[in-house]
C-alpha cells in the first residue's frame, strides 16, 4: 500500500482533508516551511537537547538555545524565546529523578497490523510515530507521555496522542495505564488524561477500521476536500478544490 506506514500526524491529515492526505504522499513538496513550522521544529530540538542535557548532568539552557535557533529568522527567534523562557517545565523534572525509569526522547516506534512491535523502518509496519517525551515507571507499570504543543489548542491533538499512547502500550507490555499531558507551551496550559490498557486496544481497533476506510476511499480515487481550502497551500494543485471553483485541472490527483 502506497500510503503505509501510517502515523497520528498522516491520520489527523485525513481527516481535515483527504484530498490534502492523498496529495501529500504521492507528489513531490516544494513548498518552503512557514514561520509557525519553523519556531515549532525550533522549540521541538530545544526540548529535545534539554532533555538529553539532563540525563547527562548538564543544562546549559542558553547555548542550547542558540543552537536551537539556528537559521530562524528574528521575527522567529522572538517567539522562540517567548516560548522557552516563558513557560514552566517543572513538571518534567520527575523523569530525571529516579534510576527506574526507561525516558525516551524523539524515540521511533512502529508496530505491524496486529499490534506486534516491529522496526520503524520495516515494510511490516503499518502504524508508527515519533513521541516528543516519555517516561515509564517500572514499579508503577504506569508511564507520562508528553506531546509539546507551540499553536492554539485543537481537538486532533487530543486523539494524536491517543494514537503515541498505542505505541508505547504495545512496546511496554507490563504497562497498565499512560498519563498523557498536551503541553500548550504558547498558553502554558497542561492537558491531561489517563489512559488504560484495554480502552487502547479497543481504540486501536478503531484505528484499523479507520485506515480501512482510506483505503479502500483511496482506491476508488474518493478524494474529497476538507474545510481549510482557503489557506491550503497545496489547493492550486488539487483536483478535487479545481473542480470546486470550476477550473480545468491539468495535473494527476
Given at each position: 500500500m502506497i500510503f503505509r506506514p501510517y502515523s497520528p500526524s498522516s491520520l489527523v491529515q485525513y481527516q481535515h482533508c483527504p484530498a490534502f492526505f492523498k496529495f501529500k504522499r504521492t507528489?513531490?513538496?516544494?513548498?518552503?516551511?512557514?514561520?509557525?513550522?519553523?519556531?515549532?521544529k525550533a522549540f521541538h530540538r530545544f526540548q529535545s537537547q534539554m532533555a538529553w542535557e539532563r540525563l547527562s548532568g548538564r543544562s546549559d539552557m542558553n547555548k542550547i538555545f542558540?543552537?536551537?535557533?539556528?537559521?530562524?529568522?528574528?521575527?522567529?527567534?522572538?517567539?522562540?524565546?517567548?516560548?522557552?523562557?516563558?513557560?514552566?517545565?517543572?513538571?518534567?523534572?520527575?523523569?530525571?529523578?529516579?534510576?527506574?525509569?526507561?525516558?525516551?526522547?524523539?524515540?521511533?516506534?512502529?508496530i505491524d497490523e496486529e499490534m506486534n512491535t516491529c522496526d520503524f523502518e520495516s515494510k511490516t509496519a503499518y502504524f508508527r510515530g515519533i513521541p516528543d517525551f516519555f517516561w515509564v515507571i517500572n514499579s508503577e507499570k504506569k508511564a507520562v507521555l508528553v506531546d509539546f504543543k507551540t499553536g492554539a489548542e485543537n481537538p486532533m491533538y487530543f486523539f494524536q496522542i491517543q494514537c503515541y499512547?498505542?505505541?508505547?502500550?504495545?512496546?511496554?507490555?507490563?504497562?497498565?495505564?499512560?498519563?498523557?499531558?498536551?503541553?500548550?507551551?504558547?498558553?502554558?496550559?497542561?492537558?491531561?488524561?489517563?489512559?488504560?490498557?484495554?480502552?487502547?486496544?479497543?481504540?486501536?481497533?478503531?484505528?484499523?477500521?479507520?485506515?480501512?476506510e482510506i483505503?479502500?476511499?483511496?482506491?476508488?480515487?474518493?478524494?474529497?476536500?476538507?474545510?481549510?481550502?482557503?489557506?491550503?497551500?497545496?489547493?492550486?494543485?488539487c483536483?478535487?478544490?479545481?473542480?470546486?471553483?470550476?477550473?480545468?485541472?491539468?495535473g494527476s490527483i
Open positions: 507528489i513531490p513538496q516544494t513548498s518552503p516551511p512557514t514561520p509557525a513550522e519553523n519556531v515549532g542558540i543552537d536551537a535557533s539556528a537559521g530562524l529568522t528574528a521575527d522567529e527567534q522572538k517567539r522562540l524565546k517567548s516560548l522557552v523562557y516563558h513557560h514552566n517545565f517543572q513538571y518534567l523534572l520527575p523523569a530525571f529523578d529516579s534510576s527506574n525509569r526507561d525516558i525516551g526522547i524523539e524515540r521511533k516506534l512502529a499512547s498505542i505505541l508505547l502500550f504495545a512496546f511496554y507490555p507490563a504497562l497498565q495505564e499512560i498519563e498523557t499531558i498536551l503541553d500548550f507551551a504558547g498558553a502554558s496550559y497542561l492537558a491531561q488524561d489517563l489512559v488504560t490498557r484495554v480502552k487502547q486496544i479497543e481504540f486501536f481497533e478503531k484505528i484499523r477500521g479507520m485506515i480501512g483505503e479502500h476511499r483511496m482506491s476508488l480515487d474518493d478524494t474529497k476536500t476538507g474545510k481549510h481550502c482557503d489557506w491550503c497551500e497545496l489547493k492550486k494543485n483536483r478535487e478544490w479545481k473542480k470546486k471553483h470550476g477550473f480545468k485541472f491539468m
